[in-house]
């Protein structure tokens, strides 16, 4: 599952980014500076289960702090889109073509009106605006390479042929037939503008991160944002570097929503935290990028996480780690799809899984909940 991020030049998306990752790429106030997409892993976090069996859990992917697990997921930061990148403008439709794979997209927008639709800096710069061409642009983007894909294609006359056929041909944009078959219950294929637009609504949906948001006129801009249709979570993604940078080097202590000084702080430091402290935690609870990572997973595409293991007593794998793994899954999977996402054969020589709460056998039709530990049976 990847999250793409987009938005128009100089929002903050390669700081947003940065603040997820914790990788050092490139930022600046100058437009397109990312050219080339960064790609790296952030996390979703839960409530992890180690406490519930009293255990201390030993991820081999992500980590786990005061009971919080950091679930890996990845995201992809692209180059800035302006008015028109669908047709060429800019840097065009090569951003567009490296956000093909992602399942949820986080619209970096900067709510401070501070920059204009093309990135330079300007004065009271309607971020609404922003919002509108950006989902344009997704959309005429996405028309063309639906239609580009769909060309000359002969339609079959049944429906799950049709919907095989689509699967088939829209591989590359991360379509899965469930979306298809949605799509095709609301519009049809003699309306290709109609059918991109909801296939993409449903297979690409959008949330707004209201970035900037430690700046004054960005807080004022806020209201302005919030629509009734559109998630919109209040960031600081340069905030949010910030605190974690400090952490680091263990001039402060920030985890969650826990913040504390607890090193010797020069003034120049000083006075930067007490700003983002004033500014932005004391306002919003919080620089806003981890809850829109986990919305984006949890709320937006309805995943679960579930814990694979192998020793259904000890909850390790067969190295004797604990909790090795922690996978997101679709809301509804069943024990058999989610045996063959921990691994193919798991999948096909699958004979049955053990809910280790229970220790009661789930079929492979069975529907897995959030934060279930399962192990899978197998033949050999
Ligand atoms: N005040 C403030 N500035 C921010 C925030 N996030 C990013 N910036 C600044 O905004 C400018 C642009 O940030 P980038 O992260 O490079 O923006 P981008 O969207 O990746 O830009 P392109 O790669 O050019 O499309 C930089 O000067 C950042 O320091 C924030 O939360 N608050
Ligand atoms: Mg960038």
Not at 257 to 278: S, Y
């Amino acid at each position: 599952m990847i999250i793409g991020l987009v938005g128009k030049p100089s929002s903050g998306k390669s700081s947003f980014f940065k603040a997820a990752t914790m990788i050092d790429v490139k930022t600046s106030p100058v437009p397109f500076t990312t050219i080339e997409p960064n790609a790296g892993i952030g996390y979703a976090t839960i409530d992890c289960v180690c406490k519930d069996f009293n255990l201390t859990c030993k991820p081999k992917h992500g980590h786990c702090k005061d009971g919080k697990r950091f679930v890996p997921v990845k995201l992809v930061d692209v180059g800035g889109l302006i008015p028109g990148s669908h047709a060429g403008r800019g840097l065009g439709n090569k951003f567009l073509d490296e956000i093909r794979q992602a399942s949820v997209l986080i619209q970096i927008v900067d709510a401070s009106g501070l920059t204009d639709a093309e990135g330079k800096p300007t004065e009271n710069f309607d971020p609404r605006k922003e919002i509108e061409f950006l989902e344009d642009e997704i959309n005429y983007w996405f028309e063309y390479v639906v239609k580009r894909n769909l060309e000359k294609l002969k339609l079959p006359s049944s429906k799950a042929d049709l919907i095989n056929l689509l699967h088939e041909k829209l591989s590359g944009l991360e379509v899965t037939k469930e979306q298809i078959s949605q799509t095709l219950e609301r519009s049809s294929l003699n309306d290709i503008e109609k059918f991109s637009k909801i296939l993409r609504e449903l297979s690409k949906p959008i949330i707004i991160a209201a970035n900037k948001i430690d700046l004054p006129p960005a807080q004022e801009n806020l209201e302005k944002l919030k629509q009734p249709h559109k998630l919109v979570i209040p960031t600081s993604a340069e905030s949010e570097v910030a605190l974690k940078k400090a952490h680091e080097k263990k001039l402060v202590y920030y985890h969650g929503n826990d913040f504390h000084v607890i090193g010797d702080l020069d003034e120049g430091r000083k006075k930067a935290l007490e700003f983002i402290q004033r500014e932005v935690l004391d306002r919003f609870g919080s620089t806003g990028v981890q809850e829109c990572l986990n919305k984006a997973v949890f709320d937006v595409l309805n995943y679960i996480a579930v814990y694979p293991v192998a020793d259904a007593n000890k909850l390790t794998d067969k190295d004797g780690n604990v909790l090795p793994d922690a996978f997101l899954v679709p809301n509804g999977a069943t024990v058999k799809e989610f045996a063959f996402k921990v691994h193919t054969q798991l999948g096909e020589k699958f004979v049955t899984g053990i809910d280790t709460r229970t220790k009661m056998r789930l079929a492979a039709d069975h529907k897995l909940k959030h934060r279930d530990v399962v192990s899978i049976v197998f033949g050999r």
